[in-house]
Structure formats: C-alpha cells, structure tokens
C-alpha cells in the first residue's frame, strides 16, 4: 500500500478513525463523496449490519457558532438505488434522533437495559435512505453559541433547515440530485409544510441546483388549532374516557375559534371548569399519545436499569419504557464518541425535548393548510396519516382538515373513504383527492405510528415513495 498508508494510520487520532478510514476504503467507495470523519463504524451494543451511517455536525451559522446535529443511515439494500427522506419528530423542541431515530423508524432501538441496541426489522431504511436532524439549536446535541438563538420560532427552524439541507448535501454530493421526501409528526406539522416552501422558494429563485422534492408526508400533524384541540374532547368522549355530561358541556360551552396557544384559557368560566374536569377524569395513568398503551412506571425502569436486567415492561407487543431507555443510551460517553456527539461538552444532559428552547408561544396558532395547498399547488403529493388511538392530535380533526382542503381546492375524491389492507388484516382507512391528497389512518397506532404499529407503518411509508396507493383488497401486495 505504501509508506502514505502507514503515516494516515499513525495520525489518526482514535483507533476507531482508523478503522473508519479502513471501511470506506475496502468499500471502494470515494472519500469524497462520504465524510470518513462523521462515519459511524459502529454504536455501543450494536447488532451487525451491512449498511453504513454517519453522525455529527452541520454549521447553519458559523459566526453565531449555530451548529445542528444529524444521523444519516443508508437503506438497508441498493442505497445508492432509493430515495433520501428526511424526518423531524415535533414539540417543538423534541429530538428527531431520539424519537423517530431510535424510538420508530430507524434500524435500532434501546435495549432493556439501556446499554445497547437491538434490530427494528421494520425500519423505515428498507425503503428510503434516512436523514434525521435535531431540530432547531437547543435540541439534543444541537447547540448555539449565541444564547440568543434559543429564543426561536417556526420561521427561524425553517430557515435553518433550508440552510443545513444545502450544507448537508455539500457533505454527501451523491445524493443532490436524489428523490427528496419530507416526513415528520406532530409539531413537524407546521416544521415539514414549512420547510417544503422554503425549499420550494429555493427552486423559484435558483439559477443552479434545485431540491429534488417528491412528496410531503406528516403523522399526527398540528395543522390548525381551532379544529385539532376540541378533536382531542371528541375523542374522549368517543372512547368512553369521559362521561356524556362533561363532553356535551366541552360540545356547547368551548368556542375553540377563539382557542390560542399564548392565551389557552381566553374560555369562558364555565368551559375552563369543564375542561378541567375532562383532563382530571382521564387522569395521569393513561398515555394520551396511545391511549390503549399501558403506561411505564419510571422508578421502576430506573431499577431496572442500575440492575442492568433485560426485562422491560411490554404493552401489546410495544416496550412502553423505550424513553427511558433511550435517554440512558444517549448519555453514555461511549455512545455520545461513537456519534460524533457532544463536541462541544453542553452543560446538561441529553434529554428527548429541550429544556434550554425558548419557543414561540403563538406560532403553533399558524394555519398550516394554505402551505399545504401551495405544496399540492407543485404538484406535490402530501399523504396525511393518523394513529387512530391519539388523543393528543386525533383523526378526529385532521380528517375534517384535510377534507376542507380538498373542497377548497376543488379536488374530487379519486379514492373513496375505505379500508386498506396489510398481510390480509386492515391497517386502516384511506381516501384520496385529486391524485395528490391523501388521508389514511393506521390502525391501531398512535400519535408516534411507527412505533405502535411498526409493520402497517412500513407499509404505508413503502407506499408513499414508490408511489402507489395503499391496497384496497386482501391479496398480497409488494410491500407486504
């Protein structure tokens, strides 16, 4: 190899930098077009794989010492063959790595004992190369060196995502001028929509490269508050959570179009008084992101973790301690080198939502449709889907959303409302307008669908950025 061979390997500064460099080689794959300082060779407690990722940071702003951190994992087949879709978990202020990274659709999740890993055999990364970044600075590991940056809102994550996109792909050229899908859930209903336009603004007004956009897809979405809140009262009554006489004092006493986010109980008295009512009726031992989940008892996971045993409380099939876990994972220093995390040594703790975020108090109050019908407007598909056991942002109100949408744009239903099938079960309900919109619920999941329902979540994203319509009978389709 040479006598330049040896002197690299003398310089690296870690052993795990070597072998980084060693990977890539063997791979035949060009330096150039894969960042070696930011390859993950491999995590504490990580099962085997084929497929490579890569962590670290992204300069958005260099002279406030802005930097936002992200995790890439390649699709598990053909990489260089699928798509590139991006995804942001919500809050604001929650991080997109420790929810849809390594909670729902990424290749792993936290062991029981919170010091290692396990395979997600329905990860999303067998359909779409993954990007997932915290989001905006003061998530996870993402930092500012401008305290002031803390204090933020919808506009400035927008902007700062358009700028981290086009650095991002500064570090990955390969994929510039790749299928580009933008997913999310919940808050990343305003994250996601306004992303897409500034993207598309981008293109408007760019005499060179252009954002290769094919799809917009957001779970649980806040879209407008006036409609999603007393969904949330719907869905209680409706599931038998609270009685007939709260829910109809919710129904006939609470004008929700004069709802805020700034100012929640400009309400009259006697709508507050029910209100309260309703939220102590269903009490704290429900989980009203999946109501038919159990809950998980902290101080027992915290036992179980300083025993380092493997057992974990199990809800129908889900690990209802995975948070806790996932936290303790991420505060290992171990972990935090092998991620290129951490770089700058942040005075507090990992932790899945932000505790240093200022967020705007009023911008969750935006109306998000008129973005979306910009978007559709592209000719752009957006797929809306619901878990439909979410009390938090229910079907309830995204339905009525999405259905207003359609008629103000004069779509026609294409797809009429009906169920559609996964490994000859249901998996939810759907409905299309126009070729371009379209609703589906997932049946059985939650506000974090990947997570309830795992394989009908897999099914319907394969669905979404190959282009099909999700399957209307019990025969087998391709991505069952």
């Known amino acids: 190899m040479g006598r330049g061979w040896f002197v690299l390997c003398e310089r690296s500064r870690t052993y795990q930098q070597f072998v980084g460099i060693l990977v890539v080689w063997l791979l035949g794959v060009a330096v150039q077009a894969y960042p070696v300082e930011d390859l993950v060779v491999r995590l504490p407690g990580q099962p085997t794989v084929q497929f490579r990722q890569y962590a670290g940071y992204v300069d958005v702003d260099v002279k406030a010492g802005r930097s936002l951190f992200y995790y890439f994992v390649e699709a598990d087949k053909e990489p260089d063959k699928k798509p590139l879709s991006l995804w942001l978990n919500g809050g604001p202020g929650c991080s997109s790595l420790g929810g849809g990274a390594f909670t729902e659709l990424g290749p792993f999740y936290p062991t029981g004992d919170g010091r290692g890993l396990r395979r997600n055999s329905m990860s999303w990364n067998k359909a779409s190369n993954l990007l997932f970044v915290e989001s905006p600075a003061g998530v996870g590991w993402s930092y500012s060196n401008t305290s002031s940056d803390y204090t933020c809102g919808d506009a400035s994550t927008a902007r700062d995502m358009h700028v981290f996109l086009l650095k991002w792909y500064e570090k990955f050229p390969d994929f510039k001028s790749r299928e580009l899908f933008l997913t999310g859930e919940s808050y ?52 038998g959570m609270i009685s007939d006489e709260i829910g109809l004092a919710i129904m006939n006493e609470c004008d929700f179009n004069d709802y805020a986010f700034a100012s929640p109980h400009n309400v009259t008295e006697s709508c507050d008084h029910a209100i309260n009512e309703a939220n102590g009726i269903v009490g704290d031992y429900i989980n009203n992101y999946d109501v038919i989940l159990d809950v998980c008892y902290p101080s027992i996971v915290e036992q179980e973790l300083r025993l380092r045993k493997l057992a974990t409380k199990i809800s129908v099939g889900v690990d209802v301690c995975m948070s806790y876990e996932r936290r303790f994972y991420f505060n290992l220093p171990e972990v935090q080198r092998a991620l290129h995390a951490n770089r700058t040594k942040l005075p507090y703790s990992w932790s899945m939502c932000s505790g240093v975020l200022n967020y705007s108090d009023t911008d969750g109050n935006i109306d998000i449709l008129p973005l979306l019908k910009r978007i559709i407007q592209n000719r752009i598909p957006v797929w809306v889907f619901s878990g439909d056991q979410d009390s938090v942002v229910p079907l309830l109100g995204s339905r ?27 998996g939810g309900w759907a409905t299309e307008y126009g070729n371009l919109l379209t609703f589906a619920t997932v049946r059985g999941a939650a506000h974090m669908v990947p997570y309830a329902q795992p394989s009908r979540a897999l099914h319907l994203f394969s669905s979404f950025v190959h282009g099909r319509r999700l399957p209307n009978t019990t025969r087998p389709s391709i991505d069952d």
């Open 400 to 426: 009525t959303l999405i259905r207003e949408l359609a008629h103000d744009m004069n779509l026609k239903i294409t797809v009429p409302y009906a169920a559609w099938f996964h490994k000859g079960q249901v």
């Open 188 to 239: 990343a209903g305003h994250y996601i929509p306004q992303l897409a336009i500034a993207l598309l603004d981008h293109n408007a007004h760019s005499t060179g490269f252009k954002f290769n956009i094919k799809g917009v897809a957001i779970g649980n979405p806040l879209l407008r508050l006036d409609r999603d809140v007393p969904a949330t009262y719907e869905f209680f009554w409706s599931h």
